[in-house]
């Protein structure tokens, strides 16, 4: 099962709005409504920002937000901010075993 | 505060063996479902292996299987990756990360401890 696809980078200036789309299969995406993202600083660990599609864990910026439709789930962020400035990754859980998860290739979002 | 701390990491040859532990507290650890999830350098995360909570059942990545062992001692609020065979590919940070059950995202993370496969 091969990695979600995720586009390499994306940017936008303070203020914006931007949104990375996270694409799979009826196997992963599609299949399940257990898409999940996470957040990545360098040289930190990953922190979970949604999950379950389109909720977020406590303590998360109401400026993000998911959505799904078919194969392709997707991670806005409003109202983008300097701290904003990282790597994002989706996840889904799979309907396979091995893997019983699945990661996005990984979005580097600059803001300008 | 729910704390995740791996440990274990560290230059192996090739073809050698490592123990990663990650040792939790904050939570009550025998009620949540466990995993390893690595990222090689300057690469995306790869989900390793996972166990439920009484560690009765367990999955692996096709490309550790039979090479790597995932465990969990309740008692000592800790999960184990014992790694066998390993090769350069396995070079990467490897992070223990949580869900609960019925649950199909990781909530917490630990800070990862880096693995180097090298001769």
């Known amino acids: 099962q091969s990695a979600l696809t995720q586009p390499a980078s994306v940017s936008g200036s303070p203020g914006q709005s931007i949104t990375i789309s996270c694409t799979g299969t009826?196997?992963?995406?599609?299949?399940?409504?257990?898409v999940s993202w996470y957040q990545q600083h360098p040289g930190k660990a990953p922190k979970l920002m949604i999950y379950?599609?389109?909720n977020r864990p406590s303590g998360v910026s109401n400026r993000f937000s998911g959505s799904k439709s078919g194969n392709t789930a997707s991670l806005t962020i409003s109202g983008l901010q300097a701290e904003d400035e990282a790597d994002y990754y989706c996840?889904?859980?799979?309907?396979?075993?091995?893997?019983?998860?699945?990661f996005g290739t990984g979005t580097k979002v600059t803001v300008l | 505060e729910v704390q995740l701390v791996e440990s274990g990491g560290g230059l192996v040859q090739p073809g050698g063996s490592l123990r990663l532990s990650c040792a939790a507290s904050?939570?009550?650890?025998?009620?949540?479902?466990m995993n390893w999830v690595r990222q090689a350098p300057g690469k995306g995360l790869e989900w390793v292996s996972y166990?439920?909570?009484?560690?009765?059942?367990?999955y692996y990545a096709d490309s550790v299987k039979g090479r790597f062992t995932i465990s969990r001692d309740n008692a000592k609020n800790s999960l184990y990756l014992q790694m066998n065979s390993l090769r350069a590919e396995d070079t990467a940070v490897y992070y223990c990360?949580?869900?609960?059950?019925?649950?199909?995202?990781?909530?917490?993370w630990g800070q990862g401890t880096l693995v180097t496969v090298s001769s």
């Open positions: 009826s196997s992963d995406v599609g299949g399940y409504n257990y």
């Open positions: 990360a949580r869900h609960e059950h019925f649950a199909y995202y990781f909530d917490y």
């Open positions: 904050g939570f009550t650890f025998s009620s949540y479902e």
């Open positions: 996840s889904s859980y799979t309907s396979s075993s091995t893997p019983l998860y699945v």
């Open positions: 166990i439920s909570s009484s560690g009765s059942t367990i």
């Open positions: 379950d599609v389109s």
